[in-house]
């Protein structure tokens, strides 16, 4: 039985503006507009501006909501002040990762969570789960949220035009309340293009006239409609991993390189700690595979799943890979043998269908913006 995607408070909107659909996570949402590489381009010159409602919100409330997070959680949230957000992740007991989310702390004792679009669910109910015992309230809040974003270098200027709120003083990783073309927003500055940007958490029933208003507001400057394609060739440009490709459940945060985000310091017990002290020792005495980028010297595109092979021999595998617009050239990352991790490591190919295509092994993230 097949059920229909659900549709964001934005749908006819992009509908109206010719947008190419497809199901992602169970969402109808925008995959282009137009031209994917325009819309790249765009924010990386100028600005986009992207629909990302589908990502799950998640409120946390009461006496002990931070003990309950970092119970839950692999991160310490006792150390995120009023005003600030934290990227971390969830855990299962033996240490695999169910998800990686931004936490904010939006008052004394409330947080929001932002779980990814497909493992929303998963993330309210293993919250629920671990609050037995908490005087906290986990409360689903996917549909209180439409979520707006504009992402580029000419986002600061286009955003401060519609709003008074003190951007400047808005720090990466931080969100504040405040009215953006006379609609009130919860204003945040996370982003995942590799770029500056915002984040604009609204009422659904208020999403189209923020859209337009931005749309005017940012015409002089470039900014177009993006889509999830291009947020994916974004994101991948800079480093950043997605759940599903870089992270999985079979990954612990110290196999994906991101051991920092484990607190083990924090006061209290939490789920997985054990599994993590263990992963930590083995990520630091011989760990198996290292993330890295691979860059192709011809035109062939690695896709996830493809292998990486070393003389023959399989040493790794692709997680995500496409175009790079910015470089002109493929572009992938890899879990690799730690042997073969090294920037510069030479005889390193793809297995694309029977070819072995030769990669440069480059350290992440493959673009870095001019601060």
Known sequence: MSTAPRL????????????TMTDFAGWDMPLRYASERDEHNAVRTKAGLFDLSH???ITVTGPRAVDLLNFALVGNIGTVSPGRARYTMICAEDGG???????????????MVVANAGNAQLVLDTLTERAAGFDAEVRDDRDAYALLAVQGPESPAILASVTDADLDGLKYYAGLPGTVAGVPA??????????DGFELFVAP???????????????????????????????????????????TTALTPFDAGLGRVVKFEKDGDFVGRKALEAAAE???????????????TGRRVP???????VGGEVVGEVTSGAPSPTLGKPIAMAYVDA????????????DIRGSHEPYEVVALPFYKRRK
């Open 55 to 57: 990502m799950g919100e």
């Open 339 to 350: 042997a073969y991790a090294e920037p510069g490591t030479e005889g390193v190919a793809v």
């Open 8 to 19: 964001t408070a934005l749908d006819a909107l992009h509908r109206s503006l010719g947008a």
């Open 186 to 195: 919860l204003i945040a500055r996370t982003g995942y293009t590799g770029e």
């Open 282 to 296: 083995r990520a630091e005495s011989a760990p198996p595979r290292k993330l890295v980028g691979l860059v192709a």
């Open 97 to 111: 990762i169910l998800d990686d989310l931004i936490v904010y702390r939006l008052g004394e004792t409330k947080y």
């Open 303 to 309: 896709r996830a799943g493809f292998s990486v092979v």
């Open 205 to 247: 029933e208020h999403a189209e006239e923020l859209w337009k208003a931005l749309t005017e507001a940012g015409a002089s400057r470039g900014l177009i409609p993006c889509g999830l394609s291009c947020r994916d060739t974004l994101r991948l440009e800079a480093g950043m991993p997605l759940y599903g490709h870089e992270l």
